[in-house]
């Protein structure tokens, strides 16, 4: 069994594994960046670390998504380093037993999926949900102590 936190994307359910969840936060300031795909926000601080933060509404095809002062972030972390997700509404931590393999290649986000009483849940694979170009910047050798190297 294995905890994950549900949330809301558009109108499907999505989890991730409590482990790769840093915090959930409500909306911040972003400090946007130049000539970036639409679905990159731009740069928050959490926790005295610079973060990338991503519009999963937007990288997932939801149209015209809103923005509120409690629109949900996710501070996620993966193998390459810490980045938030802006998503529609986060539900709870749900413990997961009934796991399938979706082997199809329809997505290359959800490797899984979850059989819960009332909703099927789309687990996410965190380590794929930034672009090469994001990972590139989040690389320890271009980002060390919020300082830029290029």
Do not use: C
């Amino acid at each position: 069994m294995t905890n994950y936190l549900s949330f809301r994307v558009g109108h499907q359910w999505y989890g991730v594994e409590v482990a790769n969840v840093i915090e959930v936060l409500q909306m911040v300031a972003l400090d946007e960046m130049p000539k970036t795909r639409p679905d990159f926000l731009g740069l928050m601080t959490l926790r005295e670390e610079i973060i990338p933060v991503i519009d999963l509404r937007l990288r997932f095809g939801v149209a015209d998504p809103t923005f509120s002062l409690q629109t949900p972030i996710i501070a996620l972390k993966s193998a390459e380093g810490s980045f938030g997700v802006v998503i529609d509404d986060v539900d709870d931590v749900r413990d997961v037993t009934d796991i399938s393999k979706y082997n199809r290649h329809d997505s290359p986000f959800v490797e899984h999926v979850a059989r819960l009483s009332d909703r099927l849940l789309l687990l996410l694979e965190v380590d794929r949900l930034l672009t090469d170009e994001e990972l590139e910047h989040m690389s320890p050798s271009h980002v060390h102590n919020g300082v830029s190297h290029n």
